[in-house]
């Protein structure tokens, strides 16, 4: 192979360090190192209280660390250095790294008296400084790509659990994140409606958005993430290429998890 046809080294965008975090005795995790890449999608499985969650609220700082350190484009996150000590950054400061890091959560947090558009144009005018036509542009543009086009005025109680999720990820959209988070953004909606959100989050995926993603749904790590990670008690088991590793797991816990969610 030439050097003009070779495969280029992606950027590290997110990186994990040896991050460790309890609740009391508890150990959420244990040393985590996890490196993002630009336009990678992480799919992170394992079972419940494995620190799954745990990791990406630590990375949206909405959950503080013990050790190690979380990185966002080689920039320290929650921290900054004064020699050799550590001193935690003051809410403001926090808020302006987090504004890199959209987050999708398990329930949807719509604010119930704003219509659909209302909650993504919220962010962007109050936070980002947009002028409320700019906003309410992108509005319209980001809900016609998560397939809600019809529902600009639609307020969340009329609108259907996978709709509203929609919405969520639409307005995480519209702050213009380098890397989306997801926890596990399906695990509150009813079965018939899982499809109609990982097929966007499947479309993110193709579009090259860098995200990590929570999830309980081993068909979607599969065929819309590049590597997924395997997580119990607070540490990573296993991780791979996602076909590859999901299709032939190189450890048996890994083996024994797939055997009984799949």
């Not at 005795?25 to 990678?40: F, Q």
């Not at 969650?53 to 190690?68: A, D, N």
């Not at 993504?120 to 543009?141: C, F, N, Q, W, Y």
């Amino acid at each position: 192979m030439s050097i003009s046809q070779e495969i280029p080294v992606r950027r590290k965008v997110l990186r994990a360090v040896n991050v460790s975090k309890r609740y009391g005795c508890y150990v959420a995790l244990d040393k985590v190192n996890l490196d993002v890449h630009e336009g990678e999608v992480v799919a992170v499985i394992g079972p419940s209280g494995s620190g799954k969650s745990t990791l990406v609220r630590c990375m949206h700082q909405l959950e503080s660390i013990e050790g190690g350190a979380i990185y966002l484009n080689d920039d320290l996150l929650g921290f900054r250095r004064n020699g050799d000590t550590l001193r935690a950054l003051d809410a403001r400061a926090v808020a302006r790294q987090r504004r890199n890091l959209g987050m999708v959560f398990q329930q949807f947090v719509l604010f119930p008296h704003m219509t659909a558009a209302e909650n993504i144009m919220e962010g962007p005018v109050r936070v980002l400084g947009d002028d409320t036509s700019s906003a309410r542009k992108l509005a319209e543009h980001l809900l016609r790509r998560v397939g809600l086009g019809d529902k600009f005025d639609a307020y969340p109680p009329q609108l259907s659990g996978g709709q509203q999720q929609r919405v969520a990820i639409a307005r995480a959209l519209a702050m213009r994140p380098q890397v989306l988070l997801f926890d596990e953004p399906t695990s509150a909606l009813d079965p018939e409606l899982v499809g109609e959100v990982l097929n966007v989050v499947t479309d993110l995926a193709r579009a090259g958005k860098t995200m990590v993603v929570v999830t309980h749904e081993i068909g979607f790590a599969r065929e819309a993430a590049d590597r997924v990670v395997f997580m119990e008690s607070g540490r990573i088991v296993e991780e791979g290429a996602a076909r590859e590793t999901l299709a032939n797991p190189r450890t048996e816990r890994l083996r024994a998890f797939l055997s009984r969610v799949m």
